[in-house]
């Protein structure tokens, strides 16, 4: 039987959910200087919004080191964080499947009052955490299904787990900064109109939107500087496995949008956008 369980009741998966929430995604993303002021005080205060989705197995049963992981992007300074151990270490009987990670803020529900995309839903949560606000609304940051549990129903297991856990708890408004899989296909158009694309069946072009629009969310506002990613050329280069030979705005591999580099400045600028979906 699956189960989703916080972060912290199982330090033995720690290794292995650090590697699964971060091998899929581009280097990029994990180089946003606007989140580490807050994450080690956002692993603090929201420690009970870490999760992950265990399934009970054979007591004979091996986990495969081999397992990867792909889902929505994760933060490598908001990941579940240091472990000991690694997955031969995982105990007989309890498997990975899925992890999540989230914040608690206060928001009016109006498209005005959102926060500017990922990068401010951290910051604003941890604030208002030390101002004393109370919270009235969850926010899914990332979540991550393991490759071989793919195409399962597993992430809107997840995602549905996490977002009654919320309610139940009186964070009545469950949102979420989704990263849209497909844009890295159209990194030339804006979100706000890819936003906008849809099949003919009425649901959303993108894969990932799909899944949530599925699960009852609906689509809020565009979120076009969600992260904002600033390094040096020779860092971008490094990101990427690009050259940047000149002065310009390149496409970038797994890029939602372009890359703009200035060789005077020693400076390459990406910004990041989002979709900002509504669950309760």
Not at 203 to 222: M, Y
Request: charged share 20%; proline share 8%.
């Amino acid at each position: 039987m699956d189960q989703l369980i916080r972060v912290a009741e199982a330090p033995e998966l720690h290794t292995e959910a650090g590697r699964v929430f971060r091998e899929d995604w581009p280097e990029f993303i994990f180089h946003d200087e606007g989140v580490p002021p807050y994450a080690d005080r956002r692993a603090e205060y929201f420690a009970d919004w870490e999760f992950y989705l265990v399934a009970q197995e054979q007591e004979d049963a091996e986990p495969d080191p081999a397992d990867g992981w792909a889902g929505t992007p994760g933060d490598a300074d908001a990941t579940v964080g240091p472990g000991t151990r690694g997955p031969d270490d995982v105990p007989a009987g309890r498997r990975l499947i899925a992890g999540c990670w989230g914040v608690a803020l206060a928001w009016d529900g109006t498209v005005a009052d959102l926060p500017g995309g990922y990068t401010d839903s951290l910051a604003r949560a941890v604030t208002q955490y030390e101002r004393g606000v109370v919270p009235n609304t969850f926010v899914l940051m990332a979540a991550a299904v393991r490759t071989d549990e793919q195409a399962k129903g597993r992430a809107g297991q997840l995602i549905t787990a996490v977002r009654d856990r919320a309610v139940a708890a009186g964070l009545t408004q469950v949102i979420a900064p989704v990263r849209p899989t497909l844009k890295s296909r159209y990194p030339l158009t804006d979100i706000a109109t890819f936003m906008t694309w849809i099949r003919a069946d009425g649901l959303p072009l993108d894969p990932w939107l799909r899944t949530h629009v599925r699960l009852g969310a609906t689509l809020l506002a565009p979120a076009p500087t969600s992260q904002t990613m600033t390094g040096t050329v020779a860092d971008w280069e490094s990101w990427t496995g690009m050259p940047f030979p000149s002065t310009g705005t390149y496409v970038i591999p797994d890029g939602l949008s372009v890359l703009h580099i200035n060789h005077d400045r020693n400076t390459g600028d990406y910004q990041e956008p989002n979709i900002w979906v509504r669950h309760a």
